[in-house]
């Protein structure tokens, strides 16, 4: 029950390693929200500033456009920054909110104490909506500004306007944590649903590696992101075919399995896919020669070990702007070069 209650209040119904899977897209969208939302309500708040000086029923409000104006402005500036830096996005998110809701209230106590509350409870409502966070710590900032406005109503406020206003927030603002963790839920839910699915679209689901789907997608994204070299190993297994007509494909389907897990051992899963029936490739950014090179001879001794064989070609390119597709095609030139030495020395069928 407890992991349950858990499981809601912090992932959204969802869990840990779930909620932590779409964690950078849920920054991103949120990143991006807050940006617009905040740009929008320097606009809108600027022009009740511009007309607090020519219509009298905004003057009043006057120092509140100017905190909105400026608070909006640092909020864009913090928006921007957290692009650079993600802690950012959760206060560019609060920000986004609190200009709002503290508008609200310093209109319903500050400039018109004498009437019932409106706008503070139309943000209370619609504002949290539009950003996606861990309900338990949406819930807690809304319950912070409520309590914030029951405070400031009881100083600005009195009689029958105090009383409705209190029970109006108390109302609103249960209904608001309510309905956000409803929506956060299900909004949560949707992006781990997606994102499982984009997993299993990029997942060769025999050996767990990425498939060739992931692997022709990410293949242009290695050129910028390495710094100062970049090496491909590519592995094609000797035998599939023998021992699938001996032994079944059962047999065969172990033995893929367990090279992949070798391969993923040395090169991780990251950077591993497996492109064909038989045919692995693993990248290795920013890393020694010698040290790939050390992998690869690990690598043949575990394959061995486990009495398998596979024909391993390597490249290496310490240089940028190095073209992707030549350094495959080298390595695996050099690999069939290793699979035509090993069948000169083994007969196919015996295996």
Excluded at 8 to 27: H, N, P, Q
Excluded at 260 to 266: I, R, S
Aim: aromatic share 12%; charged share 25%; proline share 2%.
């Amino acid at each position: 029950m407890w992991e349950k209650i858990k499981n809601y209040a912090f992932y959204g119904d969802t869990d840990r390693e779930s909620y932590y899977g779409i964690k950078e897209r849920l920054e991103s969208s949120n990143r991006i929200t807050a940006l617009v939302f905040s740009s929008v309500a320097s606009v809108l708040i600027g022009v009740m500033l511009l007309l607090s000086f020519y219509l009298d029923g905004f003057a009043s409000s006057r120092p509140i456009y100017i905190y909105g104006v400026l608070f909006s402005i640092l909020q864009i500036l913090v928006a921007l920054l957290s692009k650079k830096f993600s802690l950012l996005t959760y206060i560019s998110v609060y920000m986004a909110i609190s200009v709002f809701l503290i508008y609200g209230i310093c209109i319903a106590t500050l400039t018109r104490p004498d009437q019932q509350t409106v706008t503070f409870m139309v943000m209370l409502i619609f504002v949290p909506l539009i950003f996606v966070d861990r309900p338990i710590r949406m819930a807690g900032g809304l319950l912070l500004y409520i309590i914030i406005f029951i405070v400031a109503a009881s100083v600005t406020k009195k009689g029958s306007v105090l009383s409705v206003d209190i029970t109006d927030a108390i109302i609103f603002g249960l209904l608001a944590i309510v309905s956000e963790s409803i929506v956060y839920r299900s909004k949560i839910r949707g992006y781990v649903l997606e994102n499982k699915l984009h997993i299993m679209s990029e997942t060769d689901q025999l050996t767990g590696l990425n498939n060739r789907n992931c692997y022709e997608w990410k293949l242009e994204t290695y050129p910028p992101i390495y710094k100062k070299s970049i090496g491909c190993v590519y592995i094609d297994v000797n035998g599939l075919h023998e021992l699938n007509n001996t032994k079944g494909h059962k047999a065969g389907d172990l033995m893929l399995q367990q090279i992949a897990e070798v391969v993923k051992m040395q090169f991780g899963k990251k950077d591993t896919y497996r492109v064909g029936g038989d045919e692995y490739v693993a990248f290795a950014l920013d890393t020694e020669k010698e040290l790939i090179e050390e992998k690869i001879n690990i690598m043949k001794e575990q394959i061995a070990e486990q009495g398998y064989h596979a024909a391993i070609g390597f490249d290496y390119i310490d240089k940028k702007d190095v073209d992707i597709n030549n350094l495959i095609v080298s390595a695996e030139s050099k690999m069939y070069k290793d699979k035509s030495d090993y069948y000169k020395a083994h007969d196919r069928r015996a295996r």
